[in-house]
Nanobody, 123 residues
């Protein structure tokens, strides 16, 4: 089981930016897909972004062009840079570690989850 600790959430005005970080305890971190998901109150958890072992990336349509996922394998850390934030981005953001090397965002591809970090965007 991979231990994941998210940080970087907070309150920001619409149009602002935040960068989330997720530190992972996994050995061979570089060989795992990593992802970010979010869950707003009263809604299902949804996929946001993922990066595979080659650092290829994929995004939900709702965040394309605004969010960027990246990884630093030397630090066992994955990031989510969020720009041009909107009130509808308000949610609890979760980091997840893949069961394998790749994922296109199916939650079933991920076997370990962090506790989440709250992002609130005010209008």
């Amino acid at each position: 089981q991979v231990q994941l600790v998210e940080s970087g959430g907070g309150l920001v005005q619409a149009g602002g930016s935040l960068r989330l970080s997720c530190a992972a305890s996994a050995r061979a971190f570089s060989m795992y897909a990593m992802g970010w998901f979010r869950q707003a109150p009263g809604k299902e958890r949804e996929f946001v972004a993922a990066t595979n072992w080659k650092s290829n990336t994929c995004y939900a349509d709702s965040v394309k062009g605004r969010f960027t996922i990246s990884r630093d394998n030397a630090k066992n850390t994955v990031y989510l840079q969020m720009n041009s934030l909107k009130p509808e981005d308000t949610a609890l953001y979760y980091c997840a570690a893949g069961r394998g090397r790749d994922s296109r965002g199916d939650p079933a591809d991920f076997g370990s989850w962090g506790q989440g970090t709250q992002v609130t965007v005010s209008s």
